[in-house]
């Protein structure tokens, strides 16, 4: 879940406390998580009226990446490109 900025993260889906904790982008954006630098592991980003703020990382800070794409009334939606037919 995030509250604000604070994005509380458990590994599991049960009960109990937030097995991770860090601040990470505007709280006026919708949080959300993907594959941003294709290594296996999702991480956090943060969509806000056409603005992507990307992270690869669980530590919080600044965006390792930002971009504009959408605008104000669009809804984010990530998703991971299927592999090109023939390669790997
Ligand atoms: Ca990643």
New binding site residues.
């Given amino acids: 879940m995030v509250r604000g900025t604070t994005w509380m993260l458990r590994n599991t889906a049960s009960s109990g406390p937030a097995e991770i904790t860090f601040d990470f982008g505007d709280p006026a954006g919708a949080p959300v998580v ?10 956090p980003g943060r969509y806000t009226a056409g603005l992507w703020e990307l992270s ?1 990382s669980f530590s919080g800070g600044a965006p390792v990446v930002s971009f504009s794409f959408g605008g104000a009334g669009s809804r984010p939606v990530v998703w991971r490109r299927l592999p090109e037919p023939g390669a790997g």
Avoid: M
């Fill in positions: 993907g594959d941003w630098n294709g290594n296996g592991v999702d991480t690869d």
